[in-house]
T-cell receptor
Framework: TAGITQAPTSQILAAGRSMTLRCTQD?????MYWYRQDLGLGLRLIHY???????GKGEVPDGYSVSRANTDDFPLTLASAVPSQTSVYFC????????????FGQGTRLTVV | GQNIDQPTEMTATEGAIVQINCTYQ??????LFWYQQHAGEAPTFLSY??LDGLEEKGRFSSFLSRSKGYSYLLLKELQMKDSASYLC??????????WGAGTKLIIKP
């Protein structure tokens, strides 16, 4: 079982360009999340989706957009990248319920120059 | 605001025991999670506490006191492969995970 897969693994992006980070899971989890992880800071939630067709804003949503057309896919789009969006991005998924841990993709290391 | 506090870094010796503390102030509480993250890798689930007390899982144990807003992760018989960051996360009243910045654990032979 693949679990949760992100692409690309890493990317260097020119400021002002757009980019979509891909995330796919095969666990049929209802909930999916996008986090960014920066040195010295905890994982910060960008956007989330509790079920296909719905999305919500997290702690740091500005400059990012998401869609959830089906259960498996949850792409994250940067419309016009800025250097402050340089970070490691993690996609995660979880089942809904009390004791449900999140499973993470391997991460995308994005550098905006 | 919501806040999770953990020490930034800890050092321990191979074969020893180490306790990593986590204190939290969140809007509601629906469980506390501990994750392990090796450098350059994704976080992986270690433990979950929702009731007060100790949960033991092999060499790892996690404790929770909801009245004190406090948890710890106890690692016994430390191995070199335990060198990693340990992340504490609390699920709040909206069922969103609030994450601490992580504790980098360095194991010395």
């Amino acid at each position: 079982t693949a679990g949760i897969t992100q692409a690309p693994t890493s990317q260097i992006l020119a400021a002002g360009r757009s980019m979509t980070l891909r995330c796919t899971q095969d666990m049929r989890h209802n909930a999916m999340y996008w986090y960014r992880q920066d040195l010295g800071l905890g994982l910060r939630l960008i956007h989330y989706s509790n079920t296909a067709g719905t999305t919500g804003k997290g702690e740091v949503p500005d400059g990012y957009s998401v869609s959830r057309a089906n259960t498996d896919d949850f792409p994250l789009t940067l419309a016009s990248a800025v250097p402050s969006q340089t970070s490691v991005y993690f996609c995660a998924s979880s089942d809904t319920g009390e004791h449900t841990e999140a499973f993470f993709g391997q991460g995308t290391r994005l550098t905006v120059v | 605001g919501q806040n999770i506090d953990q020490p930034t870094e800890m050092t321990a010796t191979e074969g020893a025991i180490v306790q990593i503390n986590c204190t939290y102030q969140t809007s509601g509480f629906n469980g506390l999670f501990w994750y392990q993250q090796h450098a350059g890798e994704a976080p992986t689930f270690l433990s979950y506490n929702v009731l007060d007390g100790l949960e033991e899982k092999g060499r790892f144990s996690s404790f929770l006191s909801r009245s004190k807003g406090y948890s710890y992760l106890l690692l016994k018989e430390l191995q070199m492969k335990d060198s990693a960051s340990y992340l504490c996360a609390v699920r709040d009243s909206n069922y969103q995970l609030i994450w601490g910045a992580g504790t980098k654990l360095i194991i010395k032979p």
